[in-house]
């Protein structure tokens, strides 16, 4: 600091080195411990960050200020006060987490072998028991299951929803649970009323949300607005570092990573049968009732 100038000077060194090193995560956790220590201006930046970090590697210094109504100074302080000299190290973390999530992208420019050489069955396994095992021995998972059960079977409707590859997950997600006799409905991405079909939702109902990469943006922005209005959503998505995380009241994560071009959603399809399962272990009575009638 230079009282004369009156000008912060930001020196490099070894703070700087470990945070472009950070993970996404890292910094994300950092961001939210030195909330309180940022001056005003400041935690209105960390706030909007936190809030909408999956669009910060396409946003530039001052479209960033612009957005969140703060001067571009505010912004390089704030990038300076988390451990980079430029908003373009500190962008750069971002964009990185967004280039890795491009799955198949990735997969097909990074693929260089022969795939007649490959075991494909054997490549396929190792995939699907790894996001298997991910998902049903996750301690947070398995600490939700029964938070869950109780939110289903005190809803008065439930809905499940879902956009891209999710929305169909989704939808066999709902079809397997009306078969438990609940009331359950799937609100499909894509159709021109999804947004109407979700304003009938109520505190008193369940929204149960899958957002898997690639994300979609108008559920994201629903649930959002779900969120506002006070009404629960569980979560079945990849990571926390899923834009639809902060408006989730339970949260289930599977990794849909894979050595292919392809997410895996073996241990999405797992934990859903789980629930299934476990739903029906709650409501046996109700559920076999409900068979008989069907079957008849």
Known sequence: YNSKKEKYR??????LKEANNMTLQELLNQIRDTQTSLSDAQR????????????????SI????KKIGVSDNTIVKFCNRVGFSKFKEFKNVFADYAHSELVMFNKISEDTSDT?????FACEMEDDVSAIQAALLSPVNQENLPKLLSQMDQAKHIYITGGRASGIVASLFANLLRYLGLKVYDVPFGVGDYLDRLTIVEPEDLVIALAFPRYTAQVVSALADLHSKGIPIALITDSVLSPAQPYADLAFHCPVSSGYYFPCYSGC???????????????KSEAAEHLRKLEA
Not at 10 to 15: A, I, L, T, V
Not at 44 to 59: D, K, S
Not at 116 to 120: E, G, L, P, S, V
């Open 10 to 15: 930001f020196r490099p060194g070894k703070r």
């Open 44 to 59: 209105l930046v960390a706030a909007y960050i936190l809030e909408n970090y999956n669009q910060i590697p396409f946003l």
């Open 62 to 65: 001052s479209s960033l200020a």
């Open 116 to 120: 007649d050489n490959k075991d494909f």
């Open 269 to 283: 399809l797992s934990l859903i049968n789980v629930i299934c399962r476990a739903a029906a272990a709650n409501r």
